[in-house]
């Protein structure tokens, strides 16, 4: 029997710079020089990147399913796609413990074709993010979404709209250095993932998907958002990989980041039943050959709802 992993982990500010210099993401909330910019910035110091969290959850998965002998249902089953899907509560600080939990994997291969594991992270004073990672065989994540038609993305100019202004388009190049970076600001080991001497080059799914961050950014800046005066935050992430993409990829491999216009999310509705207003992005990860890598469904709010929610 699986048993569940149970560990404390810990972030300084350097491990911070690493990972939001890996992925170019220039968010105040990250920055130990401007997040004080950031109008009544409630946090009081730099915070983590939610993508960072989501990396430590997706390496120490990958490990309880290996040391547990679970990586051979997921080839022998055709279980093609990563999920993940994860609601945020609170924050992590530099200097903060946090403690991971992965349950065992429930093993639903039989019933829904999956397999999946829950995720609990706290810290002192409460949750701060709740969710699962599912191996499934299909995309759980816009299942039916086809971009083969978009077009010739590398003939678009870079940071621009594409496909008759539906999706605003981030081209990046990936590159194993930052892919080692991102994990070592992430508190992962980089060497489950990437050791030249064993011939080992493996991107973790979470490592493309994080260079949303930028896109994202891109965008909000390319459309004049005053960040600064009405900053948002992530509420939540379902995001689904393609495995067999994501196991061939290689340095210097082109990646098209595709960001939608938002779309808002009422009170109660969505990821999370939150209670308050939030916007919903429609992103995607794609290959040459618009080959879709990760499909998302990013969901943020403006930080003064969320602190105006009434606490239960």
């Keep these: 029997m699986t048993r569940s992993l149970q560990s404390e ?32 910035n409630p946090f009081g110091m730099p915070i983590v990147l939610g993508f960072q969290l989501e990396a430590l959850i997706e390496y120490l998965v990958t490990l309880l399913r290996r040391n547990a002998g679970e990586d ?31 349950k065992k994997t429930a093993n639903r291969i039989n019933e829904a074709g999956q397999l999946a594991n829950r995720v609990v992270l706290r810290k002192a004073d409460g ?21 083969a038609a978009i077009g010739d993305l590398g003939a678009a100019e870079d940071r621009s709209w594409v496909a008759a202004g539906q999706y605003f388009m981030k081209r990046k190049f990936l ?25 080992r080059v493996q991107f973790p799914a979470m490592f493309p998907v994080s260079l949303l961050s930028c ?3 891109e965008k909000a800046r390319q459309e004049d958002y005053p960040f600064e005066a009405n900053p948002v935050v992530y509420t939540s992430h379902f995001i689904s990989v393609d495995r067999k993409l994501q196991e061939n990829l290689k340095s210097n491999d082109c990646l098209y980041l595709l960001v939608g216009h938002a779309e808002e999310v009422p009170a109660g509705s969505g990821l999370g039943r939150k209670g308050f207003n939030q916007q919903l992005f429609r992103c995607f990860g794609l290959l040459p050959g618009n080959r879709i890598l990760f499909r998302a469904e990013v969901q ?5 709802e969320i602190l105006s929610e009434p606490q239960a």
């Excluded at 982990?9 to 992925?23: F, G, S």
């Excluded at 949750?127 to 971009?147: A, W």
């Excluded at 590159?175 to 064993?198: M, P």
């Excluded at 943020?300 to 003064?304: G, I, K």
């Design 215 to 217: 896109a994202l950014l």
């Design 127 to 147: 949750l701060v993010l709740l969710g699962f990672q599912r191996e499934s065989t299909l995309p759980l994540c816009m299942p039916g979404m086809d971009l």
């Design 72 to 102: 051979s249902l997921i080839r022998d089953h055709n279980l093609l796609y990563s999920n993940y899907q994860f609601t945020f509560a609170d924050v992590v600080r530099p200097g903060e413990s946090l403690h991971v939990d992965i």
């Design 9 to 40: 982990y810990c972030y300084q500010q350097i491990h911070i710079d690493a990972a939001r210099n890996a992925t170019d993401d220039f968010n105040l909330f990250h920055d130990s020089k401007k997040w004080s910019r950031i109008h009544e």
């Design 175 to 199: 590159n194993t250095g930052n892919g080692k970076n991102f994990l070592a600001g992430s508190l992962v080991d980089q060497h489950c993932y990437f050791d030249e001497l064993e011939n």
């Design 300 to 304: 943020m709010a403006p930080l003064h």
